[in-house]
């Protein structure tokens, strides 16, 4: 079922239809929850979208804008649903910094983290599509940022995030600020993470947090221990 319905969504985005894509989505999260349909099913259409985007002459910008709005609606919905279930007293966590690399300008799975990582406390400093290495360093010294997480869809634009890398040692910042990377690419080929020098990644949005939870520590101690 999961597999036709990612077929229906993708097909439906390419169509340009927004209200019926998001509905399909809407159908089943309403058994398996919105949660589950963000890791399930739009999580995986947007990936095979983003190689479309990549690979396809026929591809147009009107249906990136619809496959974004989708990626909003669902999200939104997504994001209420955590909102209900979770603790009314939320703590508040720390700054992150978040871009999407050098020459990369699939912004969609950057702005799917962003999302639930303000639910889960974080306060966000986004910088956008193509931001060029110490952009993202002289952010997170301005505003105390122990993370920087970076996002790349292809493999030519990941590697630009090895430059990240050596702006943040040059720097004298390592174990200080570390080096939070995701993307499609990253789902495909796993060993780009140690590559390019990642400090951690995430399969999905959902599970950003948690990596978030777990970096931040690493940093503590490592300034720490400076």
């Known amino acids: 079922m999961p597999n036709a319905l990612r077929e229906q969504l993708l097909e439906r985005i390419l169509a340009g239809d927004r209200r ?3 509905g399909l989505v809407d159908q089943w999260a309403e058994i398996h929850g919105y949660q589950q349909a963000v890791v399930e ?3 995986p259409v947007l990936a095979t979208f983003g190689r479309h985007w990549a690979t ?7 249906q990136g804008f619809v496959a974004g709005k989708v990626a909003e609606d669902i999200l939104q919905k997504a994001a209420m649903a955590a909102r209900e279930g979770a603790a009314e007293s939320t703590a508040k966590k720390g700054p992150v910094v978040i871009g999407n690399i050098e020459d990369d300008a ?8 962003i999302a639930f990582l303000r639910l889960a406390g974080w306060e966000i400093h986004d910088l956008g599509e193509d931001v ?3 952009q993202f360093v002289e952010k997170a010294v301005e505003v105390g940022a ?3 997480a970076v996002s790349a869809m ?6 630009n995030i090895g430059k990240l890398r050596a702006e943040i040692d040059a720097r004298g910042l390592k174990d200080k600020v570390l080096l939070a990377v995701g993307g499609a690419v990253f789902c495909q080929r796993p060993e780009l993470m140690a590559m390019v020098g990642g400090d951690g990644t995430a399969r999905n949005a959902i599970q950003v947090p948690e990596l978030m939870d777990q970096l931040v520590d690493r940093a503590l101690a490592g300034g720490a221990s400076q």
């Open 20 to 22: 019926v894509a998001v």
């Open 41 to 43: 099913i739009l999580e």
């Open 56 to 62: 396809a002459e026929d591809v147009s910008l009107a």
């Open 106 to 113: 699939h912004g969609l799975g950057r702005r799917l983290v």
């Open 132 to 134: 060029l290495a110490p």
């Open 146 to 148: 122990p993370i920087v």
């Open 154 to 159: 292809m493999y030519s634009t990941a590697m």
